[in-house]
């Protein structure tokens, strides 16, 4: 694809416009879908569109430089330029808007890119919502002036000023037939994480730019034995490397981009044993089920595991 536009909209925040080269169609999205972009350093970088998904002219992205990131972001505002082409995968959804009565949107930063699409939609469906956002500083919250225009279903928070989302008062006041969809920073979704509670199992989905601090694994980090059903291959997987590692090196091609758990590439069926999921991207009923599992960092349970792979 091609970068038709490029425009700092925020303080460390760009807008990219992407469209397809020699006019090839788009595949079609839906409101939280991320992309895959490969940069020409080799480095492949998950990014949520945020434009229109009834927009089938061209892809809309905004990405936030990370001083402390692994260079992607750095190229993308430095070294990306207006007529430079990219390798884009086609949209993933791991965050789909569900039907719901009612919806409470949390947004820090540049979490409000997965979030924006998902406004639109709601106002479509004819539900209610209310939005909370939170930024460091006026000019650093992206699309701010267009949120705006919603008037009172719009909260517009910023550290310097108000402080940090109030998430207790927040979530308290919603009702139990309300879906809440988060993103942003990983200290908002943890302190959001520890008030599950207030609502029903299940009403809260969130979507992580990065991989969340490992927990303390259930299962074992033994030697793991994996039976791949369709290949009839049997990997031994050594404690100090992962599932996908390890069938990549006995010569079986799985999909994956992130290595990190959060974009789902590399979700892989479960035909036998039981997962010890470590990834951010599989709802708690999707773990329990035990059928899938993503192979870049989760393990076993169980000794073996038997993959549709």
């Not at 692994?70 to 993308?76: D, L």
């Not at 969809?181 to 969130?206: K, S, V």
């Not at 369709?230 to 290595?259: F, H, W, Y």
Request: glycine fraction near 10%; charge should be negative; hydrophobic fraction near 40%.
């Amino acid at each position: 694809m091609v970068v038709q536009h490029k425009q700092l909209i925020a303080e460390h925040v760009v807008a990219l416009r992407l469209t397809p080269a020699r006019n090839s169609s788009l595949v079609p999205w839906t409101p939280g879908a991320h992309i895959d972009l490969h940069l020409p350093t080799g480095a492949v970088r998950q990014y949520s569109l945020c434009g229109d998904p009834a927009d089938r002219r061209g892809y809309d992205l905004a990405v936030l430089r990370e001083p402390e990131g692994r260079g992607g972001s750095a190229f993308i505002h430095d070294r990306l330029h207006i007529g430079d082409t990219l390798t884009v995968s086609p949209p993933r959804n791991n965050f789909t808007l569900a039907p719901a009565a009612r919806y409470l949107f949390i947004a820090g930063g540049i979490g409000i890119t997965p979030i924006l699409p998902m406004l639109s939609e709601a106002a479509q469906r004819g539900t209610p919502w209310t939005l909370h956002y939170g930024g460091r500083t006026p000019p650093a919250m992206a699309f701010a002036q267009t949120l705006a225009t919603h008037g009172d279903r719009v909260h517009l928070i910023t550290e310097d000023t108000s402080g940090i989302l109030d998430l207790d008062r927040i979530l308290t006041a919603s009702t139990p037939d309300t879906l809440v969809y988060a993103c942003g920073p990983e200290g908002l979704l943890q302190a959001l994480d520890a008030l599950t509670d207030r609502l029903p199992p299940g009403a809260i989905q969130t979507e992580r730019f990065r991989a969340a601090p490992p927990a303390e694994p259930a299962g074992s980090a033994a030697e793991l034995t994996v039976h791949c059903a369709k290949s009839g291959l049997e990997v031994t997987v050594e404690p100090d490397r992962s599932i996908l590692e390890s069938l990549e090196q006995a010569g079986i091609a799985v999909n994956s981009s992130c290595r990190d758990g959060i974009c789902g590439t590399c979700e892989t069926g479960v035909l036998d044993g039981t997962p010890d999921h470590r990834d951010s991207v599989l709802s708690t009923t999707e773990r329990n089920a035990g059928n899938r599992m993503l192979i870049c960092v989760s393990r076993a349970l169980t000794g073996h595991l038997t993959l549709d792979i």
